[in-house]
């Protein structure tokens, strides 16, 4: 029961484009989500959180959008960079009750490759 | 500020050995959880620690346990390794605020188990 998904294994951006990555959820009770970005061999890293209450969560070149009513979220990143280059999951949690968020289910990644 | 360490970073079993991993968060968190992540996939939430309980545990069977001691550092331990057990193993650690809410889940650079 995969209820977070990455539908596009990879994406190619050209340095200084957009790279728009997207997520889809399953589950309606999730209600905290977030990115994170992966290089080889190391942990995956924060980039940037969107909580249920809000639809768009912008720090630096990264903005997240949720879509509620689809149940779908998008990161953007402009200008890309070659150090973008990565794969990038998002996660997704809720408050289940004292447990709160302490459980993160991802979606299978993407990997994102910016060309110079 | 150091940030989530784990040990050991490589680790080679056989099938049927026991195996422990440990975890160091970063000061001041509380809370620890720990994910299975095989190749081409996403994270899997393993286990969940807060205040040395635990608060939550995933799909994954009795083999599979941890514990939190009191300077909040884990232990996830598998007993009777299984080839597919071979896996990038993470721990993330989070601040717990007012009611036992947390929030983002950082993570360490994991530890890369291999049994043959």
């Known amino acids: 029961d995969q209820q977070v998904k990455q539908n596009s294994p990879s994406l190619s951006v050209q340095e200084g484009r957009i790279s728009i990555l997207n997520c889809d959820y399953t589950?309606?009770?999730?209600?905290?989500f977030l990115w994170y970005k992966k290089y080889p061999a190391e942990g995956p890293t924060f980039l940037i959180s969107?909580?249920?209450?809000?639809d768009k969560n912008e720090d630096g070149r990264f903005t997240v959008f949720l879509n509620k009513s689809a149940k779908h979220l998008s990161l953007h990143i402009v200008p890309s960079q070659p150090g973008d280059s990565a794969v990038y999951f998002c996660?997704?949690?809720?408050?289940?009750?004292?447990?709160?968020?302490?459980?993160?289910?991802f979606g299978q990644g993407t990997i994102l490759t910016v060309h110079p | 500020d150091a940030g989530v360490t784990q040990s050991p970073t490589h680790l080679i079993k056989t099938r049927g050995q026991h195996v422990t991993l440990r975890c160091s968060p970063i000061?001041?968190?509380?809370?620890v959880s720990w994910y299975q992540q095989v190749l081409g996939q996403g994270p899997q939430f393993i286990f969940q620690?807060?205040?040395?309980?635990?608060?939550g545990r995933g799909n994954f069977p009795d083999r599979f346990s941890a514990r939190q001691f009191p300077n909040y550092s884990s232990e996830l331990n598998v007993n009777a390794l299984l080839l597919g057990d071979s896996a990038l193993y993470l721990c993330?650690?989070?601040?717990?605020?007012?009611?036992?809410?947390?929030?983002?889940?950082?993570f360490g650079p994991g530890t890369r188990l291999l049994v043959l």
């Open positions: 000061s001041g968190h509380k809370s």
């Open positions: 993330a650690s989070s601040w717990v605020i007012a009611g036992g809410l947390q929030e983002t889940q950082y």
């Open positions: 589950n309606s009770m999730f209600d905290y």
């Open positions: 996660a997704s949690s809720w408050n289940a009750g004292g447990t709160s968020y302490g459980k993160l289910t």
């Open positions: 620690y807060y205040e040395k309980e635990e608060r």
């Open positions: 969107i909580s249920s209450i809000k």
